[in-house]
């Protein structure tokens, strides 16, 4: 089977091989990727990523994540405690790369699974201004300490207060805000009576926080629960979890 693009065809079997030795990283093993299959995995997920709308329609069950920073071996310990694509369903929040030691790597394999499983749900990128609502969706944060709308003290757009979600959840018909981008101590953080929740998926970040990491799993009634993982350093399994699931053999669905 092959997967199709504008600028050429990806070996299904290439692609299962590359997402074999990207899993095979763990322990902070190399991973070995020619340029020539990275740039392969770029062309054909842009092309993947044009096809799909900006507004996507995504069905439960799923587990939705947020930051991952690069943090690698964070994010095949998320797939071992969640379940590997494709048997469970991922909406990521973005923030894929940038300050943890394996950029390359968790890019890498996040769009090998986009290519191999393109129903997945990983939001596509795109360029953001310095005003406006794509600004806003980016950076914007909430603040408990005010109302309406304030200046951030990232330099660019604004914090809102509880009453501001309140108004828009109200105005949409929508019972949550899911959101990421923003460091929370037990990986998830609820703001305006539960109404909003920031998730923050990477564990002990960036080496200098000593917080933990979350998933968010929505069933297929659309119950909402948590879970958490704990810093690296911290050997004992999540609490509640089961021993870790091994990765599925490629071209099985």
Known sequence: ?????????MD???????????????????????????????VNARQIFLSQPNLLQI???????????GQY?????????????????YLFLGDYVDRGKQSLETICLLLAYKIRYPDKEIQRPTEV????????????????KIEGWA?????ISSTFGADVVAEFLDK???????????VVEDGYEFFAS???????????????????????????????????????????LPSGSKPLKQPPKMGKV
């Open 1 to 9: 089977m092959m997967m199709m693009t504008m600028e050429g065809m």
């Open 12 to 42: 299904q079997g290439v692609l299962d091989d590359i997402i074999r030795r990207l899993l095979e990283g763990k322990g902070s093993k190399q991973v070995q990727l020619s340029e020539g299959e990275i740039r392969q995995l770029c």
């Open 59 to 69: 069905h439960a069950p799923l587990r939705i994540c947020g930051d991952i920073h």
């Open 73 to 89: 071996q964070d994010l095949l310990r998320l797939f071992e405690f969640g379940g590997y694509p494709p048997a469970t369903n």
């Open 129 to 144: 201004p310095d005003n406006g609502l794509l600004c806003d969706l980016l950076w914007s944060d909430p603040d408990p």
């Open 151 to 155: 200046d951030s003290d990232r330099g």
């Open 172 to 182: 949409s018909d929508l019972d949550l805000i899911c959101r990421g981008h923003q």
């Open 194 to 236: 539960r109404r909003l929740v920031t998730i923050f998926s990477a564990p002990n970040y960036g080496g200098e926080f000593d917080n933990a990491g979350a998933l968010l799993s929505v069933n297929e009634d659309l119950v909402c629960s948590f879970e958490i993982l704990k810093p690296a350093d911290n050997k004992s």
